[in-house]
């Protein structure tokens, strides 16, 4: 596994990362349908990407798939709004197949989201590792 990467870098690399397993650091944000991974600060959040007429979001829609990690929903939110770190599968709108004039779709509910990644793992980024990341 390489070192975490930002929502951002994710964002401006989708191609050739399908089907990757990769370890995301960003801020945990809650959606009536789940949660989503936003870029750390927030003041270097970008735009998201388009496609065509499909404008996504700039995040990672977090999917708990059928896989063995369930969500302790009440730990994810406690963390929502925290900095938090995601080891899992991520799968991205370039791997969809067109829909006629409707596009490729995405992610998340309404098909918004332009990446999703399936955790195995989801820890909260400690304020000793946050102090290791300035230095």
């Not at 945990?28 to 989503?36: A, I, N, R």
């Not at 925290?82 to 992610?107: E, T």
Request: glycine share 12%; proline share 7%; with cysteine.
């Amino acid at each position: 596994m390489t070192a975490h990467r930002s929502v951002n870098d994710l964002l401006a690399r989708l191609e050739g990362l399908d089907d990757q397993p990769l370890e995301i650091e960003g801020i945990l944000e809650l959606h009536p349908e789940g949660f989503e991974l936003l870029h750390y600060p927030k003041v270097e959040r970008v735009i998201g990407p388009q496609d065509g007429e499909h404008k996504y979001q700039a995040g990672i829609w977090v999917a708990f798939g059928s896989g063995s990690l369930r969500p302790n929903r009440e730990t994810l939110n406690r963390w929502v709004g925290k900095r938090v770190r995601i080891h899992g599968i991520l799968s991205c709108y370039l791997s969809l197949p067109p829909v006629g004039s409707l596009g490729r779709g995405g992610f998340g509910p309404w098909g918004i989201w332009p990446a999703k990644i399936e955790p195995y793992s989801v820890q909260r980024v400690t304020a000793e590792e946050r102090r290791e990341n300035a230095v």
